[in-house]
């Protein structure tokens, strides 16, 4: 058995990994494999494949799954290829976005017409319901069909067999640190810099990850009471970083230093132990670790102690307990007390610190922790004004727990506590974000807060072409937020633009007056004009910001189709997908909230 997973915040890649391991002890030779690495002479020879696939975005393939996806999806591809093949998958998705699992769905589907034989139907996993669960469900149905399909009778695997059984074999260099070891003296906060270098020169070339300088971050809110969105500028002259204007900046995070200090002092272990990792054994488990690093760099970098603590892990940390209660209470999360523990929200750093008598080898740990994914940010520039500069826009996620706890978003916390001088890991990756090849074609742009980011890099490459006698548009931006005087992001330069006459600039305020306003209310007052240029003259529509945003402007434009342009309900919405399926016209970036 072969389990592919197309992974982008590494949760198929975890799954994939669970059941490979599950996978020997049902008689299976099995191994977890980045869909990445697929061989397409290889592939349809397999007996027995399993595919593990997220959809990124709008329903993107995962950067990793994008060669297999577009490979697979060709037409092509030879009728029967898959002929002798048995396949399995498991989508994962979330509904908040229209095209729901969407790679997943297509994979199935594309295998099947290959010729493929399906061992049981398609699953699908909500991440904004309870993904976990979800797969849990679709497992317990995987394993009899594909043991009933070769004949292995039912299964008979021990709870010990299902059991995390550690494979992972590490060195520690050093002395390990004392129990009263202090959290704060043993970790020197200057070495970062030397952190973030030792990380980018452990990644794989072709992901091409940069070390950069950041040369601005200020702050763009006047009122900090109700959040924090700051201005990046960083650096990019002397790396091989080029950028399309509102392409992507791939980011990777560092957890914050208290919790690496912290985290230490769990483990018993100094800072800047060197660990040595031994990659020439029978692990089967793909580690994001580099072969050599200290045990501060491995916590900081590579170790998501920051995710959500999964029924999963909760069922893993329970065979670390010393005592009976710990053991019965981390299982009742799993349980009959799963339902509020999910609630909870606890990270798997918050439940490492509330089970201090859970004896976890800092080794074992290494090899069932999640590993942090980059994240990414919609550049805030255009690169034609700005070639030497990448501009980014970042909100601080905070968000309150029910108990009172306040979780920050690793990465944008990360991101607002840098200083000019620090260095900052990057990557670029492409958008779907492009203005029209025809610089008069009409363009209509719709960000409410940071959504602003593109359109703040299409006005400035506007502002730029301008000062060369060229004019792009027109463009309309419809901008939302709270309060003009408090969370107006750009505002001198939005509305310089608007009296440059570069971009027309819409505004909704939704907190002054009595009835809310948002930037769909704008545009549906402005319907019949929006409609014109979207029906006549071909405007591109554009959309960035979180998916319920997202939903409510794109039934404003189906609304505006069926009033203005005389359409049933299903034509409107037909007319809306061809825009953005068949002449990629309407290009929505959105992302959960």
Same mark, same amino acid.
């Given at each position: 058995?072969?389990?592919?997973?197309?992974?982008?915040?590494?949760?198929?890649?975890?799954?994939?990994?669970?059941?490979?391991?599950?996978?020997?002890?049902?008689?299976?030779?099995?191994?977890?494999?980045?869909? %990445?690495?697929?061989?397409?002479?290889? &592939?349809?020879? %397999?007996?027995?494949?399993?595919?593990?696939?997220?959809?990124?975005?709008?329903?993107?393939?995962?950067?990793?799954?994008?060669?297999?996806?577009?490979?697979?999806?060709?037409?092509?591809? =030879?009728?029967? &290829?898959?002929?002798?093949?048995?396949?399995?998958?498991?989508?994962?998705?979330?509904?908040?976005?229209? !095209?729901?699992?969407?790679?997943?769905?297509?994979?199935?589907?594309? &295998?099947?017409?290959?010729?493929?034989?399906?061992?049981?139907?398609?699953?699908?996993?909500?991440?904004?319901?309870?993904?976990?669960?979800?797969?849990?469900?679709?497992?317990?149905?995987?394993?009899?069909?594909?043991?009933?399909?070769?004949?292995?009778?039912?299964?008979?695997?021990?709870?010990?067999?299902?059991?995390?059984?550690?494979?992972?074999?590490?060195?520690? =260099?050093?002395?390990?640190?004392?129990?009263?070891?202090?959290?704060?003296?043993?970790?020197?906060?200057?070495?970062?810099?030397?952190?973030?270098?030792?990380?980018?020169?452990?990644?794989?070339?072709?992901?091409?990850?940069?070390?950069?300088?950041?040369?601005?971050?200020?702050?763009?809110?006047?009122?900090?009471?109700?959040?924090?969105?700051?201005?990046?500028?960083?650096?990019?002259?002397?790396?091989?970083?080029?950028?399309?204007?509102?392409?992507?900046?791939?980011? !990777?995070?560092?957890?914050?230093?208290?919790?690496?200090?912290?985290?230490?002092?769990?483990?018993? &272990?100094?800072?800047?132990?060197?660990?040595?990792?031994?990659?020439?054994?029978?692990?089967?488990?793909?580690?994001?670790?580099?072969?050599?690093?200290?045990?501060?760099?491995?916590?900081?970098?590579?170790?998501?102690?920051?995710?959500?603590?999964?029924?999963?892990?909760?069922?893993?940390?329970?065979?670390?307990?010393?005592?009976?209660?710990?053991?019965?209470?981390?299982?009742?999360?799993?349980?009959?007390?799963?339902?509020?523990?999910?609630? %909870? %929200?606890?990270?798997?750093?918050?439940?490492?610190?509330?089970?201090?008598?859970?004896?976890?080898?800092?080794?074992?740990?290494?090899?069932?922790?999640?590993?942090?994914?980059?994240?990414?940010?919609?550049?805030?520039?255009?690169?034609?004004?700005?070639?030497?500069?990448?501009?980014?826009?970042?909100?601080?996620?905070?968000?309150?727990?029910?108990?009172?706890?306040?979780?920050?978003?690793?990465?944008?916390?990360?991101?607002?506590?840098?200083?000019?001088?620090?260095?900052?890991?990057?990557?670029?990756? =492409?958008?779907?974000?492009?203005?029209?090849?025809?610089?008069?074609?009409?363009?209509?742009?719709?960000g409410p807060g940071t959504g602003v980011a593109p359109f703040r890099a299409f006005l400035q490459e506007a502002a730029h072409v301008a000062t060369k006698g060229k004019k792009l548009g027109p463009l309309t931006l419809f901008f939302g937020c709270r309060h003009r005087d408090q969370d107006f992001l750009y505002r001198d330069e939005l509305e310089g633009h608007h009296e440059q006459d570069v971009g027309r600039l819409v505004t909704a305020f939704s907190r002054e007056n009595e009835e809310k306003m948002y930037v769909q209310h704008r545009l549906e007052h402005m319907g019949q004009e929006m409609w014109q240029l979207i029906s006549e003259q071909k405007a591109y529509f554009y959309?960035?910001?979180?998916?319920?945003?997202?939903?409510?402007?794109?039934?404003?434009?189906?609304?505006?189709?069926?009033?203005?342009?005389?359409?049933?309900?299903?034509?409107?919405?037909?007319?809306?997908?061809?825009?953005?399926?068949?002449?990629?016209?309407?290009?929505?970036?959105?992302?959960?909230?």
């Open positions: 058995m072969t389990i592919y997973y197309g992974s982008q915040s590494g949760t198929a890649e975890g799954f994939a990994n669970e059941l490979a391991t599950e996978a020997k002890s049902q008689g299976f030779l099995a191994k977890a494999v980045d869909v %990445e690495e697929f061989d397409e002479e290889a &592939l349809p020879q %397999e007996k027995l494949i399993v595919f593990l696939m997220a959809t990124f975005g709008e329903g993107e393939p995962t950067d990793n799954a994008i060669k297999f996806f577009d490979w697979l999806t060709n037409e092509d591809r =030879e009728d029967g &290829l898959f002929t002798g093949v048995n396949f399995a998958v498991f989508a994962l998705g979330n509904r908040q976005y229209e !095209h729901f699992c969407a790679v997943g769905r297509k994979v199935f589907k594309r &295998l099947r017409q290959l010729g493929g034989k399906e061992v049981l139907d398609l699953g699908e996993g909500d991440d904004d319901g309870s993904l976990e669960d979800d797969y849990a469900q679709w497992k317990s149905k995987f394993w009899p069909a594909v043991r009933a399909r070769y004949d292995l009778g039912e299964s008979k695997v021990s709870s010990e067999e299902e059991s995390f059984q550690p494979t992972l074999r590490v060195k520690f =260099e050093g002395e390990q640190a004392s129990e009263d070891m202090s959290s704060n003296d043993e970790l020197k906060m200057s070495e970062w810099s030397a952190g973030v270098k030792a990380f980018a020169g452990a990644q794989d070339p072709k992901h091409k990850v940069e070390v950069a300088t950041v040369l601005v971050n200020k702050e763009l809110r006047k009122d900090l009471n109700e959040g924090s969105t700051r201005h990046l500028e960083i650096d990019i002259r002397s790396l091989r970083l080029r950028y399309h204007t509102a392409d992507n900046l791939t980011v !990777h995070p560092r957890n914050h230093p208290d919790t690496v200090a912290a985290l230490c002092a769990r483990f018993k &272990l100094q800072p800047n132990q060197v660990i040595v990792i031994d990659k020439s054994g029978s692990s089967s488990v793909k580690v994001a670790l580099p072969s050599t690093c200290t045990v501060a760099d491995a916590l900081a970098w590579y170790c998501d102690v920051n995710k959500l603590c999964s029924t999963r892990i909760c069922k893993t940390l329970a065979q670390y307990a010393t005592n009976k209660d710990d053991e019965l209470k981390l299982l009742s999360y799993t349980a009959e007390n799963k339902e509020q523990f999910q609630k %909870e %929200e606890r990270s798997i750093y918050e439940m490492l610190l509330n089970f201090p008598a859970l004896n976890v080898p800092f080794e074992h740990f290494l090899e069932w922790v999640p590993k942090i994914q980059p994240r990414f940010y919609t550049i805030s520039s255009s690169s034609e004004a700005e070639p030497d500069t990448i501009h980014i826009t970042v909100a601080l996620t905070m968000v309150k727990k029910a108990d009172g706890r306040v979780h920050r978003g690793v990465c944008s916390d990360y991101l607002c506590s840098l200083s000019p001088g620090d260095l900052v890991c990057v990557g670029v990756k =492409e958008s779907s974000f492009r203005l029209p090849q025809t610089s008069q074609t009409p363009v209509i742009m719709v959309v960035c910001g979180g998916t319920s945003m997202g939903r409510s402007v794109r039934e404003c434009v189906v609304a505006l189709a069926q009033k203005y342009g005389g359409m049933t309900l299903e034509q409107a919405q037909a007319f809306v997908a061809d825009m953005q399926d068949k002449h990629k016209r309407y290009v929505a970036e959105l992302w959960s909230s």
